[in-house]
């Protein structure tokens, strides 16, 4: 094993017996109970997808669904020690039995990943549902064979936009501009508008915009204004960048060990869990819009004065024209020869979409 990744799973190790109690297992015992209980790594802490959906699932629904019989612990990858670019390797070897992993950060190291969510190819969630089913054979059967990983079910974070301190009317306004980017893809749009891509961690986002690092950002329409975005920039676009993928999974050895009951329940239930994030997320992107603008439709954040740039017949053609011409290339360039047959074999067909053709 190479040098870093065992310090990164000692380290990793490390941090989740802190958290858990215990490490190696996909079980915890419990010293009181005869209740068996699960380790869980979720998504990002704070935000709705954790809070509302995964939480109280594994925290209180699991052990009513199986009776009382097994039980759940959950903590966001972002508070629990755990690189989020590393979490599929450790998933991979089994310091993290269950993990969810952001699809910007696993597609880093494994470009071919990225397909179903590159900048600009879904410009509304049923156009993103369409080109992930037709996806998703592959990424289980990657998953399953390249990393012992098996994939349990896919979220979706709210509709991933562009926030802008200063005024803007189009896509095209963004030219000569520093734009806050979160992955490759992102800054392949971003440097097709002429602009210019910042990669910064969400933590940093508000402190980035307020030292001039960067003058947009591009993050969910909600999670934009969780942060307070809605006081520190004055526009708001309404054209889905991307969408914020998750990849929830097992460990493929803590999967098969888990007793056949439990595994019915889960897979009966996680598609259930899968679908109620989605549906969240739909009504989160516009809610986020609306508490944005100050719109009474706002109940769950807190209500700014953006002004909302609609995403009109010209910037719609610009998104394809910008995707066929540099976002898929330089995917397929960082993907390699392979991914060229596939996009063709999988997204390529759902979307009509050739590599390297006009729009």
Request: with cysteine.
């Given at each position: 094993?190479?040098?870093?990744?065992?310090?990164?799973?000692?380290?990793?190790?490390?941090?989740?017996?802190?958290?858990?109690?215990?490490?190696?297992?996909?079980?915890?015992?419990?010293?009181?109970?005869?209740?068996?209980?699960?380790?869980?790594?979720?998504?990002?802490?704070?935000?709705?997808?954790?809070?509302?959906?995964?939480?109280?699932?594994?925290?209180?629904?699991?052990?009513?669904?199986?009776?009382?019989?097994?039980?759940?612990?959950?903590?966001?990858?972002?508070?629990?020690?755990?690189?989020?670019?590393?979490?599929?390797?450790?998933?991979?070897f089994g310091?993290?039995?269950?993990?969810?992993?952001?699809?910007?950060?696993?597609?880093?190291?494994?470009?071919?990943?990225?397909?179903?969510?590159?900048?600009?190819?879904?410009?509304?969630?049923?156009?993103?549902?369409?080109?992930?089913?037709?996806?998703?054979?592959?990424?289980?059967?990657?998953?399953?064979?390249?990393?012992?990983?098996?994939?349990?079910?896919?979220?979706?974070?709210?509709?991933?936009?562009?926030?802008?301190?200063?005024?803007?009317?189009?896509?095209?306004?963004?030219?000569?501009?520093?734009?806050?980017?979160?992955?490759?893809?992102?800054?392949?749009?971003?440097?097709?508008?002429?602009?210019?891509?910042?990669?910064?961690?969400l933590s940093?986002?508000?402190?980035?915009?307020?030292?001039?690092?960067?003058?947009?950002?591009?993050?969910?329409?909600?999670?934009?204004?969780?942060?307070?975005?809605?006081?520190?920039?004055?526009?708001?676009?309404?054209?889905?960048?991307?969408?914020?993928?998750?990849?929830?999974?097992?460990?493929?050895?803590?999967?098969?060990?888990?007793?056949?009951?439990?595994?019915?329940?889960?897979?009966?239930?996680?598609?259930?869990?899968?679908?109620?994030?989605?549906?969240?997320?739909?009504?989160?992107?516009?809610?986020?819009?609306?508490?944005?603008?100050?719109?009474?439709a706002c109940?769950?954040?807190?209500?700014?004065?953006?002004?909302?740039?609609?995403?009109?017949?010209?910037?719609?053609?610009?998104?394809?024209?910008?995707?066929?011409?540099?976002?898929?290339?330089?995917?397929?360039?960082?993907?390699?020869?392979?991914?060229?047959?596939?996009?063709?074999?999988?997204?390529?067909?759902?979307?009509?979409?050739?590599?390297?053709?006009?729009?």
């Open positions: 094993m190479h040098p870093r990744l065992q310090i990164l799973k000692a380290a990793s190790a490390w941090a989740l017996l802190c958290l858990f109690g215990g490490a190696g297992s996909a079980f915890a015992q419990s010293p009181v109970a005869p209740v068996q209980t699960l380790r869980i790594v979720g998504g990002l802490a704070g935000l709705h997808q954790f809070t509302r959906n995964e939480e109280p699932f594994w925290g209180k629904e699991l052990l009513r669904l199986t009776g009382g019989k097994y039980a759940a612990e959950i903590v966001p990858f972002d508070r629990a020690g755990v690189p989020g670019p590393e979490l599929l390797r450790l998933m991979q310091v993290v039995p269950f993990g969810t992993a952001l699809l910007s950060n696993v597609s880093a190291q494994n470009p071919d990943l990225a397909a179903p969510d590159l900048a600009g190819l879904n410009p509304d969630l049923s156009t993103l549902r369409k080109n992930l089913a037709a996806f998703r054979p592959y990424l289980e059967k990657t998953l399953r064979d390249r990393h012992g990983v098996e994939l349990l079910a896919v979220y979706i974070y709210p509709a991933q936009v562009i926030f802008c301190k200063n005024p803007l009317a189009s896509l095209a306004d963004l030219a000569g501009r520093r734009v806050r980017v979160s992955s490759a893809t992102q800054s392949d749009f971003v440097s097709a508008l002429n602009a210019t891509p910042v990669l910064v961690g940093q986002l508000i402190s980035s915009l307020n030292s001039g690092a960067t003058e947009c950002a591009i993050t969910g329409s909600m999670s934009g204004n969780t942060l307070g975005l809605h006081e520190f920039t004055s526009h708001i676009h309404s054209m889905p960048v991307t969408w914020g993928l998750a990849l929830f999974a097992a460990n493929q050895n803590a999967w098969s060990a888990l007793p056949g009951d439990l595994r019915a329940v889960l897979a009966q239930e996680l598609p259930k869990l899968e679908a109620a994030i989605w549906s969240e997320s739909e009504r989160e992107t516009a809610e986020g819009f609306a508490c944005n603008r100050g719109l009474p109940t769950a954040g807190r209500k700014g004065r953006m002004t909302e740039v609609a995403s009109s017949v010209q910037d719609d053609k610009r998104r394809r024209e910008l995707f066929a011409s540099t976002v898929l290339p330089r995917w397929l360039q960082r993907c390699g020869a392979r991914c060229s047959e596939l996009w063709s074999q999988t997204i390529g067909v759902a979307s009509g979409i050739k590599p390297n053709a006009a729009p």
